[in-house]
């Protein structure tokens, strides 16, 4: 032992880095391109066609409409790009904005719906790629990548909207920053766009400077700098804080516990059936189902797999934590109706970081007989688990949007200016959500 940890301790920054973020076989370019383009296209479409995507189409939400739209109508491209909301800079989202706002108006929720999508099978093509330098297992990168798409917890108030993709890009920023043989060019912009449109990518901030002591070094130079901008602007920047309620920790902990391995493993919505009947018996279950495969990868995987294991498991934990403690409010409490259901996208990000590591140790374990039936029933059970979560979530009526369709909010706008009224105001998901425009924006 004292001769590893000296072995460890003599190496170059270089080296070290080296052995925590591989590098990963180039792709054959025929079959690969071809493979990668058919994942997205299906990726997109199971978004945009499954009931709850569907309904997207049509309706526009929260801050899409009455935050990006309306300063996209009213402000300069340039102003809106630097002009922070809730304390930080939106960088993508306003990008996207300023795009549909070329746009026919009619199209205004499409447009948001439709590239909220494809950044986030973006995101599910870059988990596939970096994630090659870590995981032997095509079929289980597959999986891994999947999650970004199909996971019920991402599903219901996050679905197609820019106002919640910044806890996907915090996820790909991730991979981004661990696949070294990217295309430059595309990873640094994307890295840089995720910078500036996510509070949280702070935390990535670690493998950005181990980045720095590998080739290649214009991806975690160019996240780093972007980081000092959206670091800048959270410093003065001002934010309205969602109550003062004093945080509970007990309450934290249990709402941690239930809102990323429960949720995880059954998605947001079904987690009432099962909290409080059965206590925290559920709790327990979905911590040993997460457990058995992270200690194997702890325990059977080579330096990088059992680093990812750790990092990705930590930044499960610091995210949900950070998110609960810093928004903390009543309703976040497990006793409150529906348990996870308000603020429930803070389970994205963190379920995300739990299944890498979960798929670490699934991938890891090695091919004898006993080892195999633990890891390997763990590895059914999941997958039986995550199945059965997406197509009950399907049947779920709360996620599809049936408050007023875009449309129906247009033509509404345009009786008023009709009826002579110099600005108009459109009405839009979820409800009482509205924002004002000129007329002239809606003639």
């Not at 070329?102 to 973006?122: N, S, Y």
């Not at 374990?365 to 590895?379: A, Y």
Request: aromatic share 10%; glycine share 6%.
């Amino acid at each position: 032992m004292g001769d590893r940890l000296v072995a460890v301790t003599t190496q170059r920054p270089g080296e070290l880095a080296d052995s925590v973020v591989p590098l990963p076989d180039e792709p054959r370019h025929e079959l690969a391109w071809l493979g990668l383009l058919s994942a997205f296209v299906a990726s997109v479409a199971f978004l945009l066609l499954i009931p709850a995507g569907w309904s997207r189409l049509d309706h526009l939400w929260a801050e899409d409409g009455a935050r990006f739209v309306v300063d996209a109508v009213r402000s300069p491209a340039l102003q809106n790009l630097v002009d922070p909301y809730g304390g930080y800079l939106h960088a993508l989202p306003r990008l996207v904005a300023e795009l549909v706002a070329l746009l026919p108006l009619e199209w205004t929720a499409a447009g948001f719906a439709v590239c909220a999508a494809v950044l986030r099978a973006l995101v599910a093509l870059i988990t596939f790629s970096a994630s090659k330098a870590y995981l032997r297992s095509t079929p289980m990168r597959f999986a891994l990548s999947s999650l970004v798409i199909v996971l019920p917890a991402g599903n219901s108030e996050t679905l197609n909207n820019m106002t919640n993709l910044h806890w996907f890009l915090l996820f790909g920023a991730f991979w981004a920053l661990l696949w070294r043989n990217g295309p430059r060019v595309p990873v640094a912009l994307f890295v840089v766009l995720a910078a500036l449109s996510s509070p949280l990518v702070f935390v990535l901030a670690p493998i950005a400077l181990v980045r720095l002591f590998q080739p290649r070094r214009e991806v975690p130079i160019a996240f780093l700098a972007a980081l000092a901008v959206q670091g800048l602007t959270m410093l003065f920047a001002s934010r309205t804080p969602y109550s003062h309620d004093e945080v509970d920790p007990v309450q934290v902990l249990l709402a941690s516990l239930l809102r990323v391995p429960v949720v995880a493993f059954t998605g947001s919505e079904r987690v009432s059936q099962f909290y409080p009947s059965d206590g925290n018996l559920v709790i327990v279950a979905a911590l040993l189902a997460a457990a058995v495969p992270i200690a194997a990868g702890l325990w059977f995987g080579d330096r990088p797999a059992r680093a990812l294991s750790l990092v990705a498991g930590a930044y499960s934990v610091v995210v949900i934590v950070a998110c609960l403690v810093l928004n903390w409010t009543q309703v976040l409490q497990v006793q409150a109706p529906d348990v996870v259901m308000a603020g429930q996208r803070y389970s994205i990000a963190p379920c995300l970081f739990l299944f890498t590591a979960i798929f670490v140790g699934l991938d890891a374990t090695p091919s004898k007989t006993w080892q195999r039936l633990v890891v390997g029933g763990s590895r059914y059970l999941i997958g039986f688990l995550v199945v059965v979560s997406i197509f009950a979530q399907f049947r779920e009526t709360k996620t599809v949007l049936t408050g007023i369709p875009w449309d129906e909010s247009l033509a509404r706008a345009r009786a008023e200016c009709a009826a002579g009224a110099s600005e108009a105001r459109l009405e839009h998901e979820p409800k009482d959500w509205f924002f004002v425009v000129p007329c002239e924006s809606v003639r």
